[in-house]
């Protein structure tokens, strides 16, 4: 399609090209980068995008013969909408804690976000929050097993987070005397540390 645009609206293929010859790099086509989406990705191709947005919409009013207020108008409602969509998602980014917390309502199923927001939890201090905490890394435990991935493509950090929040616990199980729970939340951070082990020592 491209190509066959490439006379009859150059402006529009070339700012196209633009953008996939920038996506390129971060594709997983050419070197595998460890990420499949982030959203710092996009800057650079939305620049071509962008044009080519705006060169359609001129091509498509110079056909039409568009009185020139409708294009602007288009533009003003197309910039109040991104508008109203920063408005709306910037609350999200007040701190560590309601930005994972935002992440794993847009994507339950990713355990970057469990994880994420486990971390989060777990460095306000408290039990409360170390409980919430591990209650986010056994989700992302579980994402993760579901179904089990061959050790080259598991992830390691969570599993050493988790064991480090086990071990936590069961410091404050043994702070007031209770040596039999503590005693099972140490166990359950030996498991999850082998895990994190083993993965390191394949790595």
């Not at 990713?110 to 056994?138: M, N, P, T, W």
């Not at 071990?167 to 043994?174: I, M, T």
């Amino acid at each position: 399609v491209l190509w066959r645009l490439r006379a009859r609206a150059p402006l529009v293929a070339g700012a196209v090209w633009w953008s996939a010859l920038m996506m390129l790099p971060t594709s997983n086509l050419l070197v595998k980068i460890g990420a499949t989406m982030a959203e710092r990705f996009l800057y650079l191709p939305l620049t071509g995008l962008s044009v080519a947005a705006v060169a359609t919409v001129a091509l498509i009013a110079g056909r039409w013969a568009w009185p020139s207020w409708v294009g602007r108008a288009l533009a003003a409602v197309v910039i109040a909408a991104l508008t109203l969509r920063t408005l709306v998602r910037n609350p999200d980014w007040q701190d560590e804690l309601s930005l994972w917390s935002a992440a794993v309502r847009a994507a339950p199923a990713s355990f970057k976000a469990h994880k994420g927001l486990a971390v989060a939890l777990a460095e306000r201090g408290s039990e409360a929050d170390l409980d919430a905490a591990i209650a986010e890394a056994e989700l992302g435990m579980k994402v993760l097993d579901t179904p089990p991935l061959p050790i080259e493509q598991q992830d390691n950090s969570l599993w050493g987070d988790a064991g480090e929040y086990y071990r936590r616990k069961g410091e404050f199980a043994l702070a007031r005397g209770e040596r039999d729970v503590a005693r099972q939340w140490f166990q359950r951070s030996l498991v999850v540390l082998d895990r994190a082990f083993a993965r390191d020592r394949w790595i």
